[in-house]
């Protein structure tokens, strides 16, 4: 504390949350599917919708640049990410052998509670499809490989699973006239769900494998032709 009584102390911490809330907020914002690619994204407009100031936001597009989630070029801004075919193919790769992993973990580490979630998530799932309401089965599948993630109880491989950039990826390159959800989707749903039920790992890890191959195989068809409209909403698989 100073000799006017003004702790820098705080002050410092107080910086340093609004940044990390200012962090937080825009990565949700970008994984969320409703900036498009490509979009530049400036300095002055992202203070207001944050209400901190340029410096502070100036290190939040630092760090987003760092992580992949923006791009910063001279003369073009700062702007989100777009990836081209083969950085696409790479994220899903990745994704794939990841979410496998998280799966058979939770095979053998869900608690009786978090089955009984991922009940209810595939349940009010196979009832938005009978409803034909797309919505509502994109927000429960995006529920139901959370929760996976969340009762396999492994933060290091968590970890590597939410640094990818999977979301952003779907954005930009699914097919929206597309049927949705794609065939076999619930399905292979209801097989990972299984296995996990059973407590056998090996069987969860090969269905969450097979669902998630099926998914990148359908995605990378779209990376054959032109992006998405950039107007589109990201979705699930």
Request: contains cysteine; charged residues 25%.
């Amino acid at each position: 504390m100073d000799s006017n009584g003004f702790d820098e102390t705080d002050a410092g911490r107080t910086a340093a949350t609004r940044q990390s809330q200012a962090y937080d907020g825009l990565r949700s914002l970008l994984l969320s599917g409703s900036i498009a690619p490509g979009t530049r994204l400036t300095e002055a407009d992202l203070t207001r919708m944050f209400n901190v100031s340029r410096s502070t936001m100036r290190a939040v597009l630092v760090r987003l640049a760092q992580e992949g989630y923006v791009t910063s070029e001279v003369n073009r801004g700062v702007r989100t990410r777009s990836f081209t075919a083969e950085e696409a193919a790479d994220i899903l790769e990745a994704r794939e052998t990841l979410e496998s992993a998280l799966a058979g973990k939770a095979a053998e580490r869900a608690t009786d509670e978090e089955i009984a979630e991922l009940r209810r998530t595939l349940e009010a799932m196979e009832d938005c499809k009978t409803r034909g309401d797309q919505a509502g089965y994109s927000q429960g599948n995006r529920r139901f490989h959370q929760q996976i993630k969340e009762a396999a109880h492994q933060h290091t491989l968590a970890r590597a699973y939410d640094t990818l950039l999977y979301p952003l990826v779907m954005r930009q390159y699914r097919n929206l006239s597309a049927p949705h959800p794609r065939a076999g989707s619930l399905e292979e749903h209801q097989a990972i769900l299984l296995a996990i039920i059973t407590r056998n790992p090996q069987a969860a890890t090969a269905a969450m494998h097979h669902h998630v191959a099926s998914a990148r195989q359908a995605l990378l068809l779209r990376t054959q032709q032109e992006p998405t409209d950039p107007a589109g909403e990201a979705s699930s698989h």
